[in-house]
C-alpha cells in the first residue's frame, strides 16, 4: 500500500485548464481526494499553481497570502469586456503614438498601495453570488475597489500586433488578490486610452517557482515537497524538544518561549526540520497554534527539493 503523500506540489498550468480542472486531475494522479490549490489562475493563464496534498491542505490559507509574480504582454489600443485576449473587444482607440517613456512613466502610478476595481469576471462573490456567474447573465453590479501593493511593474516594447496596436511585455510583482489584467486595463486609461492583457504567466508564489513546477502529466509523488518547505517563505523557526511537545499538544505558550516577535504567522520546526505546528499571535505576549499537524513529515532538504522532470 502505498504511503499518504502530505504536502506540496508545484504544477506548471497550462493554458486552456482551469485551476480546479488542474486539482480534479492531480487527484487521480496523485491517488488521493484531499488535494486544493492556493490561488486560482485565468483558464487562459499559464504558470505556478501551487497544490496543497492531505494534511498540508490546511496550510492553504496561508500560501494565498504569499505575493505572487507575473509576465505578461499588454495590448494598447483594444478594451475587451474580460480585460484579456479572451473577451469580446468592447472598445478601439489608436495609441500607435505613445512612446515607451510614457507608457514608463505611467507604470509609477500603479506602484506602492493602490486601489482596484475587481472585474466582473472574477471568482470575488458579492451578495453570495460570484461576479463571473452574474457576468455570465448580462448582469453588471457595482464593486468597491479593494487594496492591493505592487511592488514592480516594470514594460518593455514588444513588436506590435498584426493591426499595428503597441504591445508591451509586463513583469509585475505584487500582493495577492492583485488582478493584472485591472493593472493592464487601468494603465491603458492612464495612457487616454484603453488596453488589455494577453499571455499571462505566473512566474512565483512565495518562494515556490516555475523552476520548481512541472507540466501535470509529468506529476508524481516525487514532486510533492514537504510541508515545511511550503512554508519557508514565512521562515522556520525550530523549537527545542520540550517545547516541541508542548507545541503538538496545541498549548498557548509565551512568544519568548517560541524564540519568535513581530505579527506571525510562525511555522514552527523541530530540531529535524519537520513541521509541528503553525502558530499565530493571541493577546499580549503570546501565541496560539492555528494549524497542528498530527503526521511527521520528512525534513526540509536536498533529499526534499522537487525534482526535475
Known amino acids: 500500500m502505498a504511503?499518504?503523500?502530505?504536502?506540496?506540489?508545484?504544477?506548471?498550468?497550462?493554458?486552456?485548464?482551469?485551476?480546479?480542472?488542474?486539482?480534479?486531475?492531480?487527484?487521480?494522479?496523485?491517488?488521493?481526494?484531499?488535494?486544493?490549490?492556493?490561488?486560482?489562475?485565468?483558464?487562459?493563464?499559464?504558470?505556478?499553481?501551487?497544490?496543497?496534498?492531505?494534511?498540508?491542505?490546511?496550510?492553504?490559507?496561508?500560501?494565498?497570502?504569499?505575493?505572487?509574480?507575473?509576465?505578461?504582454?499588454?495590448?494598447?489600443?483594444?478594451?475587451?469586456?474580460?480585460?484579456?485576449?479572451?473577451?469580446?473587444?468592447?472598445?478601439?482607440?489608436?495609441?500607435?503614438?505613445?512612446?515607451?517613456?510614457?507608457?514608463?512613466?505611467?507604470?509609477?502610478?500603479?506602484?506602492?498601495?493602490?486601489e482596484q476595481i475587481p472585474p466582473m469576471v472574477s471568482a470575488i462573490k458579492i451578495d453570495g453570488k460570484?461576479?463571473?456567474?452574474?457576468?455570465?447573465?448580462?448582469?453588471?453590479?457595482?464593486?468597491?475597489?479593494?487594496?492591493?501593493?505592487?511592488?514592480?511593474f516594470a514594460v518593455e516594447e514588444l513588436v506590435p500586433d498584426a493591426a499595428g496596436n503597441p504591445v508591451y511585455r509586463c513583469e509585475v510583482d505584487c500582493s495577492s488578490g492583485t488582478y493584472i489584467r485591472t493593472l493592464a486595463a487601468d494603465l491603458g486609461t492612464a495612457l487616454g486610452g484603453g488596453a488589455h492583457l494577453r499571455a499571462l504567466?505566473?512566474?512565483?508564489?512565495?518562494?515556490?517557482?516555475?523552476?520548481?513546477?512541472?507540466?501535470?502529466?509529468?506529476?508524481?509523488?516525487?514532486?510533492?515537497?514537504?510541508?515545511?518547505?511550503?512554508?519557508?517563505?514565512?521562515?522556520?523557526?525550530?523549537?527545542?524538544?520540550?517545547?516541541?511537545?508542548?507545541?503538538?499538544n496545541g498549548r498557548v505558550l509565551p512568544l519568548e518561549v517560541l524564540g519568535v516577535h513581530g505579527d506571525g504567522p510562525w511555522p514552527l520546526c523541530d530540531g529535524s526540520g519537520v513541521l509541528l505546528a503553525v502558530y499565530e499571535r493571541h493577546g499580549a505576549g503570546t501565541a496560539k497554534p492555528s494549524v497542528v499537524l498530527p503526521t511527521a513529515f520528512a525534513p526540509v532538504g536536498r533529499g526534499d527539493e522537487p525534482q526535475d522532470s
Open 3 to 114: 504511503a499518504e503523500l502530505h504536502g506540496f506540489a508545484v504544477v506548471d498550468k497550462a493554458a486552456g485548464w482551469t485551476s480546479h480542472d488542474v486539482v480534479a486531475k492531480s487527484r487521480g494522479i496523485l491517488r488521493t481526494r484531499k488535494i486544493g490549490h492556493s490561488g486560482t489562475l485565468d483558464p487562459d493563464a499559464t504558470g505556478v499553481l501551487v497544490l496543497g496534498i492531505g494534511h498540508a491542505t490546511r496550510l492553504l490559507k496561508y500560501c494565498t497570502a504569499f505575493g505572487k509574480s507575473y509576465v505578461g504582454e499588454i495590448v494598447f489600443g483594444v478594451e475587451t469586456a474580460t480585460l484579456d485576449a479572451a473577451g469580446a473587444v468592447t472598445a478601439t482607440y489608436d495609441m500607435r503614438s505613445i512612446t515607451a517613456d510614457a507608457v514608463n512613466a505611467a507604470t509609477h502610478r500603479f506602484v506602492g498601495d493602490i
Open 130 to 152: 460570484r461576479l463571473h456567474e452574474l457576468a455570465r447573465q448580462g448582469i453588471e453590479v457595482e464593486r468597491a475597489p479593494r487594496p492591493v501593493h505592487v511592488s514592480r
Open 201 to 248: 504567466r505566473r512566474t512565483a508564489v512565495g518562494s515556490f517557482t516555475l523552476a520548481q513546477a512541472v507540466a501535470l502529466e509529468a506529476l508524481g509523488p516525487d514532486h510533492v515537497v514537504s510541508p515545511a518547505f511550503g512554508m519557508s517563505s514565512f521562515g522556520l523557526h525550530e523549537v527545542d524538544e520540550a517545547t516541541a511537545a508542548l507545541v503538538a
